[in-house]
Structures are given as C-alpha cells and as structure tokens.
C-alpha cells in the first residue's frame, strides 16, 4: 500500500485503436509498470481537449499521457498532428496555472506493442517522479 502511495498518478488517454490496443496487451502480459494509472479510451487522440487535460490535473493527476496510434498509420490521418497541436496549446495552459509543461505529453504504440506501452508509461513516470526530487 505504501509503494502505491509513492507512485505517480497517471492519467492516459488512449485512442481506441493501438493506444488502447497496447495497453490491453500490457494488461494480458501482466507488465507492472510501477504506476497508478487510470485510462480513458477515446475514439481517437483528435478527439482530446484542453478541457479534458485541465479536468485530469484537477482531478489529482500528476502526469498526464496521451497514447495514440503512430502518424502514418492513424485510422482517421489526423489524430497524432491534432494531438501535438494540442499538446503545444495545453502546455501554455499548464505554464499560465503553475503546472510543469512536462507533466504533459503524447506519445505513440507502434502496432499496439505491450512492451512499447510499458516503455512509453514507464519513462513518463520516471520524469515526474525526478520532477518530484528536482
């Protein structure tokens, strides 16, 4: 109980496709990744907005990821530039209100990889957590 206390909480938006993907794979390998995250699965990254961002670090967020197809292979051809774009906007937001740009960040699954999700949640959390120490 107390190593779940020290971990971050992570809030992933994932896109239905190989950002949900991978992490149900991750849920089927049974890989820890030493995290406490809560998904929520959207249609696709493109549908993600500021507000929704905003609403999870209000919530108690510390991070907050968001897990998408790779460009070139995004089902509607628009989500991982939508998602960028948004992401730029959300950090001017997150430096207005006091919060670390850096507790925000997209990021991709190639082909709904297990081990590529593991990584990516893996690595997000450890730069919150040197964020905690800095």
């Not at 779940?4 to 991978?22: H, I, K, L, Q, S």
């Not at 820890?32 to 990254?45: A, D, E, M």
């Not at 850096?102 to 590529?116: F, I, K, Y």
Request: aromatic letters at 4%; hydrophobic letters at 45%.
């Amino acid at each position: 109980m107390a190593e779940m206390d020290t971990c971050p909480r992570v809030v992933v938006f994932a896109c239905n496709w190989e950002g949900y993907r991978g992490l149900e794979e991750l849920g089927r390998a049974r890989l820890g990744v030493g995290v406490q995250v809560r998904v929520v699965r959207l249609p696709c990254l493109a549908r993600l907005h500021p507000g929704l961002i905003l609403k999870a670090f209000q919530a108690g967020a510390e991070g907050v990821l968001a897990l998408g197809c790779s460009p070139d292979r995004c089902h509607f051809g628009v989500g991982g530039e939508h998602a960028q774009a948004l992401t730029r906007q959300a950090s001017e937001l997150l430096h207005l209100l006091g919060i670390a740009p850096t507790r925000l960040a997209v990021d991709s699954v190639p082909e709904g990889s297990a081990t590529a999700c593991a990584e990516r949640i893996a690595s997000f959390a450890r730069g919150l957590t040197d964020g905690r120490r800095a």
